[in-house]
Nanobody
Framework: QVQLVESGGGLVQAGGSLRLSCTAS????????VGWYRQAPGKQRELVAH???????NYTESVKGRGTISRVNAKNTVYLQMNSLKSEDTAVYYC?????????WGQGTQVTVSS
């Protein structure tokens, strides 16, 4: 069993920055891929970025150059640093991982960007 807890969301002005955190408990997820997704009102959930167990990263086109995903295995935490935030980044952000064939999701953290 894995529990994921996101934090770090909030209200920020356009052009600002936030760092989101995803902390796992229940077991170490250091060897697993962890993804950040987001869901804006009325839209489907979309992948923002993911990081593999060996640190390989991938980003959706809309956040390339503005987002950085990283992990600190000693803290069992994955971060998503978002810079130059835009109103279209407003969404609930979720982290997820798959362990032994089962998907785990956090409860989400709201990011609201005011223009």
């Amino acid at each position: 069993q894995v529990q994921l807890v996101e934090s770090g969301g909030g209200l920020v002005q356009a052009g600002g920055s936030l760092r989101l955190s995803c902390t796992a408990s229940g077991r170490s997820f250091r060897f697993y891929t962890v993804g950040w997704y987001r869901q804006a009102p009325g839209k489907q959930r979309e992948l923002v970025a993911h990081i593999t167990g060996d640190g390989t990263t991938n980003y959706t086109e809309s956040v390339k150059g503005r987002g950085t995903i990283s992990r600190v295995n000693a803290k069992n935490t994955v971060y998503l640093q978002m810079n130059s935030l835009k109103s279209e980044d407003t969404a609930v952000y979720y982290c997820t991982t798959n362990v032994s064939g089962r998907d785990y999701w956090g409860q989400g953290t709201q990011v609201t960007v005011s223009s």
